[in-house]
T-cell receptor, first 112, second 111 residues
Framework: SQTIHQWPATLVQPVGSPLSLECTVE??????LYWYRQAAGRGLQLLFY??????ISSEVPQNLSASRPQDRQFILSSKKLLLSDSGFYLC???????????FGPGTRLLVL | TQLLEQSPQFLSIQEGENLTVYCNSS?????LQWYRQEPGEGPVLLVT?????EVKKLKRLTFQFGDARKDSSLHITAAQPGDTGLYLC???????????FGKGTSLLVTP
C-alpha cells in the first residue's frame, strides 16, 4: 500500500527566515506530486505540481518554490518567509493518468 | 478556473438525522472526488465518481454524480458524531492536473 509523509507537522518561524517542508511517498513509483495551501480550514489552493524529477509547474506566483530531487520526494521552500505564508500546507500524490489525489497529514506553518 | 460551489457551508444536526450536501458548478468535470477532513489533518478520500448519473454507496453515505457531470451530492443517513468534519468536493477538469476544490461543508453532529 501507499503512504505519504510530511514533516514537520508544525512549524513556527519568524518573518524573513527560510523554509523547507518535506514530503515523501512510499509504495509507488513515478507519481504526480502536488503542494496545496489551505487557509482557515477551507478550500485548497494548488501551489505547485510535478510530473517527474526536476519538473515543477507553478500555479500561483509567490515567494515560495518547489523542488523534486528524487522520484518520491517533494520539497517546498522559501528564502524569506512573509506573514501571509502562514497556513496549512498539504502534499498530495496521484497515479500517472489518474485524477484522484491522496493527501498527506499536512504541516501547520505559523509565521510571526 | 472552474468554480465549485458547496452548500450549505455549515450544518449542525443531531445524531440520527439525515442530511444532504451539494457541490455545484457550471463546468463539466471528467471526475469528481469527495473528501472528509478533520481539524489539523489532511483530507481523506471518500469516493471518486466518473460517470454521469453514477451513484456510489459507502455504508451510510450515498454519493451521486449529476447526469451532465457538473454537480454532485452527498447524502448521509442516520448521522453519527463520527461523521463530524469538513466535507470537500473536488473536480478534475477535462485538461490539466489541478483539482478544483469547493470551500467545503462543515458538519457537526451532536449526540
Amino acid at each position: 500500500s501507499q503512504t505519504i509523509h510530511q514533516w514537520p507537522a508544525t512549524l513556527v518561524q519568524p518573518v524573513g527566515s527560510p523554509l523547507s517542508l518535506e514530503c515523501t511517498v512510499e509504495g509507488t513509483s513515478n507519481p504526480n506530486l502536488y503542494w496545496y495551501r489551505q487557509a482557515a480550514g477551507r478550500g485548497l489552493q494548488l501551489l505547485f505540481y510535478s510530473v517527474g524529477i526536476g519538473q515543477i509547474s507553478s500555479e500561483v506566483p509567490q515567494n515560495l518554490s518547489a523542488s523534486r530531487p528524487q522520484d518520491r520526494q517533494f520539497i517546498l521552500s522559501s528564502k524569506k518567509l512573509l506573514l501571509s505564508d502562514s497556513g496549512f500546507y498539504l502534499c498530495a500524490w496521484s497515479w500517472k493518468g489518474q485524477e484522484t489525489q491522496y493527501f498527506g497529514p499536512g504541516t501547520r506553518l505559523l509565521v510571526l | 478556473t472552474q468554480l465549485l460551489e458547496q452548500s450549505p457551508q455549515f450544518l449542525s444536526i443531531q445524531e440520527g438525522e439525515n442530511l444532504t450536501v451539494y457541490c455545484n458548478s457550471s463546468s463539466v468535470f471528467s471526475s469528481l472526488q469527495w473528501y472528509r477532513q478533520e481539524p489539523g489533518e489532511g483530507p481523506v478520500l471518500l469516493v471518486t465518481v466518473v460517470t454521469g448519473g453514477e451513484v456510489k454507496k459507502l455504508k451510510r453515505l450515498t454519493f451521486q454524480f449529476g447526469d451532465a457531470r457538473k454537480d454532485s451530492s452527498l447524502h448521509i443517513t442516520a448521522a453519527q458524531p463520527g461523521d463530524t468534519g469538513l466535507y470537500l468536493c473536488a473536480g478534475a477538469p477535462n485538461s490539466g492536473y489541478a483539482l478544483n476544490f469547493g470551500k467545503g461543508t462543515s458538519l457537526l453532529v451532536t449526540p
